[in-house]
């Protein structure tokens, strides 16, 4: 009998810990489920984090994908960087120097948009609409090289899907 008078409290405790939870997704939820975000699910995973759940508006939310940018760009970059210690043939070599730039104007790009969004937020969609097609020039100069690396290929992908995800949410808030 002791162990179920001990069960109700922490069942109630728990139950109220999930409500206290959903409530701070509001915001994730309203924002992820806007129809300028392409993919939802994603969204939502994105955002399932301390900083995400603890976000007051939209702005912190924007910055939270942007954190989330540099944080991919720079361990892209990381990568690069050791791959050029290694002999490389020319075309993989001008590939990486192609990456090499692409991923520091990225993380550049990234640093400036939560800033720039609480001045200026026409501003701040245009610059990281600016991601996309600097990714687009590694990605091209990769199959140039004909260098298919999963991690480089990977972080190529990260990076592009933060930018576009802080371009889908600066859209609208102008």
Known sequence: MASQTHFIP???????SLNMVSGDHRLVDVVCND?????????????H???GIAANNVNQLVEVAMNEGVASGQKTLNLIQEMKKKP?????????????????YSIDEFKLIGPE?????????????????EIQNCVNALKVARLNVPELVEGNRAVDYYAT???EMTLNMS
């Not at 129809?35 to 955002?47: A, M, R, S, V």
């Not at 490389?88 to 520091?104: I, P």
């Not at 969004?117 to 097609?133: F, H, Q, W």
Request: net charge negative; hydrophobic share 40%.
């Open 165 to 167: 995800l802080g371009y």
């Open 10 to 16: 922490i069942f109630t405790i728990l139950v109220l």
């Open 117 to 133: 969004l609480n001045e200026d937020s026409m501003s701040a969609n245009y610059d990281v609409a600016l991601i996309n097609p």
């Open 35 to 47: 129809p300028t975000i392409e993919d939802h699910e994603k969204c939502l995973t994105t955002f």
């Open 88 to 104: 490389n043939n020319r075309m993989v070599e001008a590939a990486l120097q192609v990456c090499e730039r692409t991923h520091k």
């Open 49 to 51: 984090i301390p900083q």
